[in-house]
T-cell receptor, first 112, second 112 residues
């Protein structure tokens, strides 16, 4: 079965650079969620989109922005990167009316 | 505030023995509860969920979980552990907005 696709899988950036993470949800899933998992931490919710509209917002820094496109894929844009942004970034998707979320493999971002 | 607690950082069991990974929650209203498993350098895999109905929920790979409303608990169980079950397990609760709030995670170590 098709799963959530995230790209790139690994990304190395320097401080103050920008990064763009992409997420392709499972076909026919209309909701996308972004989570950040720091080393040894539990995943923390950043932001979500339903039908291309922002549906909820968590602890997402102002330096980050995200959107969902007409094909339902989503991009997380991160600017002025800081060392503390080094983490595993997960995207999850779900279909309207479905409560469980299906996670992608994550993008490991390392900021040096 | 909605929260999830996993009181054990690590659980050690011998292969073939039953296992329990504990989870307690604090939510307003009726909870949607989940268990996810994370293998090293991998995404989170959905194991099972509780929405309503029977307090004993069966999920993937022989796992089950017991919902106890009076104790606000949702413990993960398996009658006979396998070495391949060794991983990081997260309990999560879903408020109305759809985002998942995770516990701190419990490392399960199954020894041969």
């Amino acid at each position: 079965a098709a799963g959530v696709i995230q790209s790139p899988r690994h990304l190395i950036k320097e401080k103050r650079e920008t990064a763009t993470l992409k997420c392709y949800p499972i076909p026919r899933h209309d909701t996308v969620y972004w989570y950040q998992q720091g080393p040894g931490q539990d995943p923390q919710f950043l932001i979500s989109f339903y039908e291309k509209m922002q549906s909820d917002k968590g602890s997402i820094p102002d330096r980050f922005s995200a959107q969902q496109f007409s094909d339902y894929h989503s991009e997380l844009n991160m600017s002025s990167l800081e060392l503390g942004d080094s983490a595993l970034y997960f995207c999850a998707s779900s279909r309207g009316g479905q409560v469980e979320q299906y996670f992608g493999p994550g993008t490991r971002l390392t900021v040096t | 505030a909605q929260s999830v607690a996993q009181p054990e950082d690590q659980v050690n069991v011998a292969e073939g023995n039953p296992l329990t990974v504990k989870c307690t929650y604090s939510v307003s209203g009726n909870p949607y509860l989940f268990w996810y498993v994370q293998y090293p350098n991998r995404g989170l895999q959905f194991l099972l969920k509780y929405i309503t109905g029977d307090n004993l929920v069966k999920g993937s790979y022989g796992f089950e979980a017991e919902f106890n409303k009076s104790q606000t608990s949702f413990h993960l169980k398996k009658p006979s552990a396998l070495v391949s079950d060794s991983a990081l397990y997260f309990c999560a609760v879903r408020p109305n907005t759809g985002k998942l709030i995770f516990g701190q995670g419990t490392t399960l170590q199954v020894k041969p």
